[in-house]
């Protein structure tokens, strides 16, 4: 357990940074879906290192090669696995940080977990690991188009304390992808990009906040009471590297107004529907979804892997220094979007096919 | 499912806030632990409604029964149910609810999910709900203690712009239950009770903050790749009502330093420990927990239900106002302080067993 | 974990033979299903002992109160807890069984497991437990009728050596209740009951085999391949109480013929649907509902308490005899009959609802 | 899901007979356990197919690759995935199965439940799925000897009406690989492969029993009450392909004995241990292991796929025969050994570490 995920929509990861490759097995996607191999390797492209000047320059295609599951182009229902080998390998980079402990990563835990750690690349740990749920993502992505109509789109928000301006209703991908740090107010994306290649010269890092909204996402998704939905976008998105908070709706802001200040008033619209006519909920209330857009931040910190000097030990608990060599992101933000997205995309669906279950099998 | 939470010690919630009452059975508790309903009790009782002056003034006793599992005072291994029966109700209160949504409350989206929604003092949407949470994370808690000497202790940080001053690192239980609003600061705390009384007077309500910390946490606690620590412990925070934001460590305020200032460096201590200098890490790197304190943070909105009139529609659609009937609370963090702890105890102690499982088994 | 059944239709039992009561949860279940109190003391009242003469005497009213989930007498798809108390308790009859382990009975093994036991009655390893699975079991049956007409009937088919003759495709329920001990061919059934009853005298128990049909299960049903239909019937019927062995169809005695013999040749019925003109597969093909009859068999051994002196050891591996005190079945079958049925409802509605969730939410 | 097995020791499978490959990924593995790909070949190397003259000529060396999870010959703890490639695929046998339903095959219940089917080499239902099954089987094994000492042999027990005599207290690997057919009765394994070859030269196919017995496993392993362990043997074998019947001790035989027969009086050995004198439990008491040997039963229905000629329909409906082209066994019951032994291996694996984790965690 652990590398499993949903419950009817249900993925499992496997893979080291290092070693034969890493990949994922979808299990419970509806049959007769039509996805290509293509389909899949669009959200593994954003997702790639390499694929922009301030991403790390490690060259990896990361090309996906669909197993089992897929047959004809269309889905069987049986599980499908998606592996993409490993290539590219320098671990001579990392045959430092096999003795010491690279400070705010995964090292030191993983020995104290495990009692052995696959240190190339950082194993288990590398964000390579998301690979899985970005192949996973594009397939429930999918779903979620076909089946209702959702769309999906996150961003960069906040990169350390440039923030951009951006309205969720109405963002496209076009605006997210016009620009190498995925931030659809281009005068702020400018500036962004400007901030991670200084830094990333200097050796150091940055951190931000990413942004996700779900349009047209069905009414009734989520269940109370572990599994509504802020709670399981907040685990999807929580259990991403680097990751040190999440919000929906208000958030964390949302706790200096008074009750009448941050309610969502109802009034019902032209169609005859029941909406909200603010969405300070995030378009989640009482766990479950109500057809408002399903609006998102996660906070990811500075990478951890840095080429400044810092204080450390060594496994044999000395103390020493460590400047890590090696080729790393001096920022995770642009290449976290589609990571933000698949989690969202993982949630949305599992939730889809559960509320299909239970709630629509007797007559209304 | 979606009422279940926890692997190996898994908890199974149940009830409406009105109707034959509520409760929670705990399956996997290890057997032969000491426990008696009074020690459950003392939670339950922090958690209780009518509590203080500051709280709804709705008396219930919630006095819990173990029916099941318990033995000569000691856990039998099998599953413990624990049932707290339903009392005082007034659902007269509710019968303009039964027609007319609350605003941000889940009436709504109950009933479009479900297309039957038990009206009565918000169902299982009820604050009830929680009381099979704080009973398990009683039992929980006692585990924890008794096997690694882990102390959890939670409190208000925050009630609107009022912010204590808490030292996570040494606070008490004593000192949080030194005041009826549970913030440490006893300053802070005199200001946070006139906020909430005066925002009560005028039919208001207000949001904040509730920080919460597990000291003596072993090292190893986690797994990944989706249950890391913190993923499962943002899960169980954004399950509980009125929750819009998770934080651990550094959080959202991590994200605008660079990663040279926000990385903690390693050090050996006295005892030969590796140990972190900071805890921006919030006591996990990885997904897993290396022994400094854990530390999150849980964003509450405003309470949902105000006396305040507001806009509203009611079940055919029909726009209409509401103000809110019944005895709500003003403020939600006094009493989701033990709903925070009992959620941090869930999560560790399911994963105390997950490690002992898996990694114990096998020499070192 | 351990007491929970079922995927999306999942059940949690709690409760031992002495002490609170027994129970169930039923999560997942579809909303806005009618049900009441008296539906579900219907099967209860075909397990619990006292029914007829050939039952142990022992008087248990097995009255369920519905806790939870159930409103204006409908479902409401949160959780529905069933709540049974316990009464009648001659707990003194176990003195003796504190300390000597009763041969074949579970009072050895609970020791080892957990190195504590509820003594009293065998504890969580009574066949009381197995009032929540009927309880719950009810609830799955009234679902199973009202989607899809399924029919699902058990009857004793063999007790000792006494063997009746029953056609699965025609036997009602009136035919299996018309007699005590549950065998619709009522000739062996006399001579079943006389069986018993002398046994019974002489202080000695016997086993037998349940025969279980579920007519007009659709198509599709069970998930390959650890999910097979199959396999979730055989852990259901195999975590019953005195259950041996579990066969599909043709069982055991299909192996003695060649495939040519065996397998179920296909033709199209008078409305154009895909039949088998034999059904030695039971009505399950690959892991899959092929809308055939679902029949299964479910072996019992004797009844393990027997009042007849048998050699055993005490808690201290002190060599004794016991003569069993207490009220015990010398039959357990015929409150087999409802377990058997309830499992299998359990399975079939949670593929059902599997089955809905994952296969019908994309066109066709 | 539907593909997964297991609770804290996990796995998952996928693939289908033709396209990439099939496979596993192993879950929840204790660290630090040595293991080679070679250790996992010898058995895969016992379920392939062409491994000699009674079984499918088909050609398939089914070497498999270790994708991650084990780092210098040790794993690690974190996911290992195990591929096969497929290979000698000779589609165009299936041609004609494309459209017309093996009678007892899983053709028609694919398409029923999924409205879609991969009908090369029966695609998912194919028994190459069991690849996965008996890799993962591989290292459960090796965790079983190392941790406890358990070994688990599987062998045939009979063959249509050809019954083998074999002591499960005493039967070795070496007696059990001695001949073809596996059945440690050499004379009566003469006759077996005997009547495997005519009936194969007929085209027809015959099936039979499996017995698996696991030699010193610990008490205690086993969770009441749906998790009792003959309960998951019973799936986990039950989820084979071609099972029809599940045995666990005197099984069905059982039932004809009275209680006095039957029970298993206790002794106390000359090391202490409280041991049974008789085993007709088959080593499980009340769902928990009692620490005699575990032995079970499975029954192998004659393989469905025959050369024989057969009525049956095609996809529109239209009756039709079928004479089954291409390469299959006439017996599934020599390779069916390795299989049952995986199951066997994985479900006691789970169980150790399950006990494990709840039981061993507080002092005794």
New interface residues.
């Given amino acids: 357990?652990?590398?499993?995920?949903g419950?009817?929509f249900?993925i499992?990861?496997?893979?080291?940074s290092h070693?034969?490759?890493?990949?994922v097995?979808v299990?419970?996607?509806?049959?007769?879906?039509e996805i290509s191999a293509e389909e899949i390797q669009f959200e593994l492209d954003r997702r790639r290192p390499g694929q922009s000047k301030i991403t790390t320059p490690r060259k990896e295609a990361d090309q996906c090669?669909?197993?089992?599951?897929v047959?004809e182009g269309?889905?069987?229902?049986?599980?499908?696995?998606i592996?993409v080998r490993n290539k590219d390998a320098r671990s001579q980079d990392y045959d430092e940080m096999a003795q010491k402990?690279r400070?705010?990563?995964?090292?030191?835990?993983?020995d104290?977990?495990?009692?052995?750690?696959?240190w190339q690349g950082g194993?288990?740990?590398s964000a390579r690991?998301t690979i899985g749920r970005v192949a996973a993502g594009a397939i429930a992505k999918k779903?979620l188009k076909?089946?209702a109509g959702v769309e999906i789109i996150g961003y960069v928000k906040?990169i350390?304390?440039l923030e951009g301006m951006v309205d969720p209703e109405t963002v496209t991908l076009e605006q997210v992808e016009s620009n190498i740090v995925r931030c659809p107010d281009s005068d702020c994306a400018d500036r962004m990009i400007e901030l991670i290649e200084q830094?990333g010269r200097s050796g150091?890092?940055?951190?931000?906040?990413v942004e996700c909204v779900a349009r047209n996402v069905p009414?009734?998704?989520?269940?109370?009471?572990?599994?509504?939905l802020?709670?399981?976008?907040?685990?999807?998105?929580?259990?991403l590297?680097a990751?040190?908070?999440?919000?929906?709706?208000?958030?964390?802001a949302?706790?200096?107004?008074?009750?009448?200040?941050?309610?969502?008033?109802?009034?019902?619209d032209e169609h005859?529907n029941?909406r909200?006519?603010t969405n300070?909920?995030?378009g989640?209330?009482?766990?479950?979804?109500?057809?408002e857009s399903i609006i998102i931040r996660a906070?990811?910190?500075?990478?951890?892997?840095?080429r400044?000097e810092?204080?450390?030990?060594n496994k044999a608990?000395?103390?020493t220094v460590l400047a890590a060599k090696g080729r790393h992101d001096p920022c995770v933000l642009p290449r976290a979007v589609p990571m933000v997205e698949a989690m969202m995309a993982l949630v949305l669906c599992d939730h889809?096919?559960?509320?299909?279950?239970?709630?629509?099998?007797?007559?209304?």
């Fill in positions: 357990m652990g590398n499993t995920f419950h009817l249900r499992t990861t496997f893979g080291e070693g034969g490759g890493v990949g097995i299990d419970g996607c509806p049959p007769r879906l090669e669909i197993l089992s599951g047959f269309k889905t069987l229902g049986t599980p499908i696995a592996l402990y400070p705010s990563h995964a090292d030191a835990t993983y104290a977990k495990y009692g052995i750690r696959n194993g288990r740990s690991e779903i076909q089946v906040r350390k304390d830094i150091d890092s940055v951190g931000g906040v009414k009734g998704l989520g269940i109370p009471v572990f599994d509504k802020e709670a399981d976008l907040a685990k999807g998105v929580m259990s590297p990751s040190k908070g999440f919000e929906i709706g208000s958030g964390f949302g706790t200096v107004l008074t009750g009448s200040e941050h309610n969502d008033e109802f009034y019902t005859g029941i909200t006519v300070r909920s995030g989640i209330q009482g766990g479950i979804s109500n057809g906070a990811f910190k500075p990478t951890a892997t840095i400044k810092q204080r450390t030990v608990g000395e103390e889809l096919l559960r509320q299909h279950g239970q709630c629509s099998i007797l007559p209304q």
